[in-house]
């Protein structure tokens, strides 16, 4: 007996082992008969995963962890049982832009130190001149790509609530929105960032993987209650996606995995730019300039298949940092319970083990996160918009 | 009857009368049947935007208590970045709906409609506005289902009047003939008398 799924999804690189994992049969084989449904917001994702509409879904990891505590929405448990893969996003900026952090850079250029430091030249230098301010264009409030360019321009001094404007772009839009001027710059995950270089509009100027050696992006999302009620089905969707993720990492399969990633009903660009994004070989100037990292995307590689609460922990300290929300214990508590290894655990047989690195998240700036202790942590950044 | 005003109510009728009202829909005719349906309804400050280029700007500028979106379209993300506090932010939005409408949230999504409603509104005022979104999406939809399915019979009719011509020029049948020789081909082959004529209009392609 065949299990109907329905499953929603955003055209994004980061649905790879969702998508592979049906189209592939990789589902179908553990007896479910999934039909994945193209979405075109987050928004859209999340109150249909909230209402039933949706058993599954690929979703924005701190979008989980605010439905789980009722941020910005109503309150529906969430629960990760696999994680859709770590990095992934990049900051693409405009010619523009990328002239003039470049006459302000002192140092390594890919080193995000030196470009969060050559920012905060560029946006007093603005100031100065009564320019307007720059603005950024990212997915959601309640996304990796939001803490992520905060993250990163606040480490160089530059507040992303007082001297930029942070917008949010379905990231449909965010290639246009670069070419005529609406934003100077995105942080976006794959494809759109090759597309922008490949238009001849954008410049990578730093892949996520520069900031946080490790970040979760996407998971697998289901309701809780729902999860609760059928761990069977869970158990084998997990399975499902595990080799779908391994499958894809193997590189002699990226040319498959691309094509089905390409086509039309699904991510629906040319599978030679998803393949680069699979590949971590991203183009990142119009003028042909190939940048490589083993980082880039990281799909099963180094466990990152498996949930790990410390990401969730890291997640919610961020919406602690810009104001989401109060830090307190209990809601801490609850994101961490989001990401759940044990259900990545039971489904696989195998008793996974987390990277066991002393800094799993390993950002470029500021103290080892430790879940811990999440004040001590945020104390440690200058800037911030939290009451301890 | 006579419309009395209630005096207990004046301090803020003219808001709570006639809220003001924003739908973003790429669709023209859709948001025209809105418009109306809320216009009937007699909430007058009604406004259209169909451009999604600086969305919250314009948001911003029209200061609405309501703004209804339809889910086909990408920018909804846009707008929940307005539950933020931020300085761009006059008035922050509260919830969609209630927390505990949870049959409310189902119908609107289903019906491919989402309501954003500025804190403070009440929950009596927003429910016959939700509920007048709700039926004219739902009447929108099964308006287009009709007319999609009036395009296809259309097109159909313009394959079968082709392969008739195909056949009455080879076989040399009169337009009847031709038409009872699909049809009972059609019969044969348990298939429909369009997809027959489209083999026919095919095989005649390949065979030119």
Same mark, same amino acid.
């Given at each position: ?6 499953? =929603? ?42 209402? =039933? ?31 859709? =893969? ?94 005529? =001027? &609406? ?57 499902? &996606? ?147 | ?105 189902? +119908? ?13 509104? @009440? ?18 939809? @099964? ?25 009455? @020029? ?21 298939? @429909?008398?369009?997809?027959? +004529?489209?083999?026919?209009?095919? +095989? ?5």
């Amino acid at each position: 007996m065949t299990t109907p799924l329905r499953i =929603g999804f955003i055209p994004l690189c980061d649905a790879a082992a969702l998508i592979v994992a049906v189209d592939k049969g990789f589902t179908a084989a553990e007896g479910l008969d999934v039909t994945l449904v193209r979405e075109v917001s987050w928004s859209n994702v999340r109150d249909k995963l909230n209402i =039933g509409l949706f058993d599954a879904a690929h979703l924005l990891a701190p979008v989980a962890i605010a439905s789980s505590l009722g941020l910005g929405h109503v309150k529906v448990p969430i629960v990760a049982p696999f994680n859709l =893969g770590l990095n992934g996003n990049a900051i693409t900026v405009s010619p523009a832009l990328h002239a003039a952090i470049m006459e302000e850079i002192e140092g390594d250029r890919f080193d995000p130190m030196v470009t969060a430091l050559a920012l905060s030249r560029v946006v007093a230098k603005r100031r100065k001149s009564g320019a307007e301010p720059l603005t950024f264009g990212m997915t959601f409030p309640f996304s990796t790509h939001n803490y992520q360019l905060r993250f990163w321009m606040a480490a160089g001094g530059v507040d992303p609530d007082e001297d930029v404007h942070l917008v949010v772009l379905p990231p449909p839009y965010m290639v246009d929105s670069l070419a005529n =001027g &609406h934003v100077d710059a995105f942080c976006v995950g794959a494809p759109w960032n090759s597309v922008a270089v490949d238009l001849g509009i954008g410049h990578i100027l730093h892949f996520v993987a520069d900031i946080l050696v490790s970040a979760v992006e996407k998971v697998l999302a289901v309701r809780q209650n729902w999860s609760e009620k059928n761990p069977d089905v869970v158990a084998a969707l997990v399975r499902a &996606h595990i080799r779908a993720a391994e499958f894809i990492e193997e590189p002699q399969n990226r040319p498959e995995a691309a094509r089905i990633l390409g086509a039309p009903e699904r991510i629906g660009v040319d599978a030679e730019v998803i393949q680069r994004t699979l590949d971590g070989r991203l183009k990142i100037a119009p003028d042909g300039t190939m940048r490589e990292s083993s980082r880039y995307l990281l799909v099963a590689r180094e466990n990152a298949a498996r949930p790990d609460p410390v990401q969730a922990a890291w997640l919610y300290a961020q919406m602690v940092r810009w104001g989401q929300t109060a830090l307190r214990p209990d809601a801490l508590k609850t994101a961490m319970g989001v990401f759940r290894p044990d259900l990545y655990d039971a489904a696989s047989g195998r008793l996974g083990q987390s990277t066991g690195a002393s800094n799993p998240i390993g950002a470029f700036a500021g103290p080892a996160f430790d879940p811990n202790d999440i004040q001590g942590h945020l104390a440690a950044f200058k800037i911030g918009h939290w009451k301890p | 009857m006579l419309w009395m005003p209630c005096p207990v109510y004046e301090w803020s009728m003219s808001a709570e009368s006639s809220p003001k009202i924003v739908i973003v829909d790429e669709s023209p005719i859709r948001a025209a049947i809105l418009q109306e349906g809320l216009r009937e309804a007699g909430f007058t400050g009604v406004v259209h935007i169909s451009e999604m280029q600086s969305l919250l700007a314009r948001i911003y500028a029209l200061d609405p208590d309501i703004i209804v979106i339809d889910l086909e379209n990408p920018s909804r993300d846009v707008l929940e970045q307005m539950f933020q506090v931020s300085r761009a932010v006059r008035r922050p939005i509260a919830m969609f709906v209630d927390q505990s409408d949870a049959a409310s949230i189902q +119908a609107s999504v289903e019906a491919g409609v989402s309501a954003y409603i500025v804190d403070g509104l @009440k929950k009596e005022r927003i429910k016959p506005i939700l509920d007048l979104c709700v039926s004219r999406f739902n009447a929108f939809a @099964k308006l287009q289902d009709e007319l999609d399915r009036t395009k296809h019979a259309l097109e159909e009719r313009k394959v079968i009047d082709r392969a008739k011509g195909i056949l009455m @020029k080879l076989k040399g049948l009169t337009e009847d003939e031709a038409y009872v020789l699909m049809r009972s081909t059609a019969m044969r082959e348990k298939k @429909k008398i369009g997809e027959i +004529a489209q083999s026919i209009l095919t +095989a005649s392609e390949l065979l030119k």
